[in-house]
């Protein structure tokens, strides 16, 4: 998996950054296109009759999917400058961008809940993690797809 390197990536100068495009598209898929699919999955689930605990609970993570937007952001506010920063500078894995998303969704949803540091929170910081970690493999991958000269494995 050389062409899909985990933490060092060639690193680029500042004419070969201009990924904006890339960016941007990334961008609209999490803030745009997975909240769709969460909406679109929770209509589908939604019955008049009673939901099982299966169902509740795909129900609960597509609306969590849905709403995301609401907090993510925050995360992106974080998160997306630093993806950049570590691409610039030869280490854009997708390991590192993994790691930088979900340590991003773990401060933004603890941000409201560290009043006390209890399993609540701990568990809260967690959900935060598992989708930061899943949205910025999304962008990332995105990225890679829309510039693959800028991840490549170092030579």
């Keep these: 998996m050389t062409s899909w390197p985990a933490i060092r990536t060639n690193g680029a100068s500042h004419h070969q950054y201009e990924m904006g495009h890339a960016a941007s598209?990334?961008?609209?898929?999490?803030?745009?296109?997975?909240?769709?699919?969460g909406l679109s999955v929770s209509w589908m689930i939604e019955t008049s009759d009673t939901a099982s605990y299966d169902g509740l609970s795909l129900y609960g993570f597509a609306q969590m999917l849905a709403y995301s937007p609401l907090l993510s952001w925050l995360?992106?506010?974080i998160g997306v400058p630093l993806v950049h920063w570590s691409?610039?500078?030869g280490f854009g894995g997708w390991l590192v961008t993994i790691a930088i998303g979900a340590i991003c969704g773990a401060i933004v949803l603890n941000g409201a809940a560290w009043t006390t540091l209890d399993v609540v929170s701990i568990r809260i910081g967690l959900i935060g993690a598992l989708f930061g970690g899943a949205f910025s493999a999304i962008y990332w991958l995105v990225m890679r797809l829309l510039s693959p000269v800028l991840f490549q494995a170092p030579e």
């Design 25 to 37: 598209i990334g961008l609209a898929i999490v803030l745009i296109g997975l909240p769709l699919l």
């Design 75 to 77: 995360g992106l506010a």
């Design 87 to 89: 691409i610039r500078w």
